[in-house]
Structure formats: C-alpha cells, structure tokens
C-alpha cells in the first residue's frame, strides 16, 4: 500500500518535510509520492491544505 496524490494539489510543498522517508517530491504539475518508498504512515494527508494525498 501506499498513499497518492492526486491533482487537487497545488503544490505548496508542505507534504514533503513531513515525509519520515522522503518519498515525496515536486513534479511537474503537482507533487508525486514514490509508492515504493511511501510506508502508508499518512502524515502527508494530515498537513495537506486540500486533501490530495489519499490511500490506493
Ligand atoms: Fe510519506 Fe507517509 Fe505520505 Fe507515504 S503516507 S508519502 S510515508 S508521509
Ligand atoms: Fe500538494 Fe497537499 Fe503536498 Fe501541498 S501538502 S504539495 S497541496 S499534496
């Protein structure tokens, strides 16, 4: 398992410094979590503004 993010996100960045193992980073359009590294901890989804990052 492993959270994604999808494109109600605006890029603000808040995600990635909560991430206890980096998985998230900028993309092009929005912000992208490596589903290999994430370990469903869902810190991200505490701190986002809009609620993108989800479970899959
Ligand atoms: Fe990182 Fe946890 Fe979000 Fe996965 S669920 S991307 S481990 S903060
Ligand atoms: Fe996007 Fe939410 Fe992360 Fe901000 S906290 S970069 S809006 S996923």
Redesign the pocket.
Known sequence: MAYA??D?????????A?CPVSA?S?GDS??VIDDATCIDCGA?AG???????NPQ
């Open positions: 993010i999808n109600e996100c605006i890029s603000c960045g808040a995600c990635e909560e998230i900028a929005k912000y991200c701190v986002c503004p809009v609620g993108a990052p």
